[in-house]
T-cell receptor
Framework: DTGVSQNPRHKITKRGQNVTFRCDPI?????LYWYRQTLGQGPEFLTY????????KSRLLSDRFSAERPKGSFSTLEIQRTEQGDSAMYLC???????????????FGPGTRLTVL | AQSVAQPEDQVNVAEGNPLTVKCTYS??????LFWYVQYPNRGLQFLLK??????LVKGSYGFEAEFNKSQTSFHLKKPPALVSDSALYFC??????????????FGQGTTLQVKP
């Protein structure tokens, strides 16, 4: 399967602990996005990478959140000192922008469901 | 600011009947509109998009959507609904310039229930 993959699929942690999620995009895609989805809501944008450069961060992304995309391939999203309000589904998506010959459609991974106790 | 609204939390339809899931949008400039579907415990799957051109857009799994500029709507349709179409549907708009990130702004979602 050459789609977007995310690990782990589920994470249960205690408040105050740090967690890290990984996203492996479709290999030739140069754009990578992180979204957060809470129950009953649509996904909300968190951050965006063009290759290895993080070009936009949402105000939703507090100082406890950090994302990286070394070498422009996989990406990690880390949450430090987790809070119960961080409980959500974290979705990763990738796309190939039009200038690179793509159609700019975003393909989503299955998500990582985080539960903070 | 860009936004989309899905006025119905849930739509119920009998199998074989046509379905419509509503979406309205508010954008500055030309709208880039999308529909995604989400099945339980799975990521979002792309159905179709409108960028420009014909107002009737055909997509995956027999779905289509009608772009109506005067009503600022982009309703999702399927002529005969199937029980397997039961899922959560999201309308989204692509962020427009000056932002060039391509990030999507989603509606709150509509649960489609197709009953046999």
């Amino acid at each position: 399967d050459t789609g977007v993959s995310q690990n782990p699929r589920h994470k249960i942690t205690k408040r105050g602990q740090n967690v890290t999620f990984r996203c492996d995009p479709i290999s030739e895609h140069n754009r990578l996005y992180w979204y957060r989805q809470t129950l009953g809501q649509g996904p909300e944008f968190l951050t965006y990478f063009q290759n290895e450069a993080q070009l936009e961060k949402s105000r939703l992304l507090s100082d406890r959140f950090s994302a990286e995309r070394p070498k422009g391939s996989f990406s990690t999203l880390e949450i430090q000192r987790t809070e119960q309000g961080d409980s959500a589904m974290y979705l990763c998506a990738s796309s190939l922008d039009i200038l690179a010959g793509g159609m700019d459609e975003q393909f989503f991974g299955p998500g990582t469901r985080l539960t903070v106790l | 600011a860009q936004s989309v609204a899905q006025p119905e939390d849930q739509v119920n339809v009998a199998e074989g009947n046509p379905l419509t899931v509503k979406c309205t949008y508010s954008v500055s400039g030309n709208p880039y509109l999308f529909w995604y579907v989400q099945y339980p415990n799975r990521g979002l799957q792309f159905l179709l998009k409108y960028i420009t051109g014909d107002n009737l857009v055909k997509g995956s799994y027999g779905f289509e959507a009608e772009f109506n500029k005067s009503q600022t709507s982009f309703h999702l349709k399927k002529p005969p609904a199937l029980v397997s179409d039961s899922a959560l549907y999201f309308c989204a708009v692509r962020d427009s310039p000056p932002s060039n990130t391509g990030k999507l702004i989603f509606g709150q979602g509509t649960t489609l229930q197709v009953k046999p």
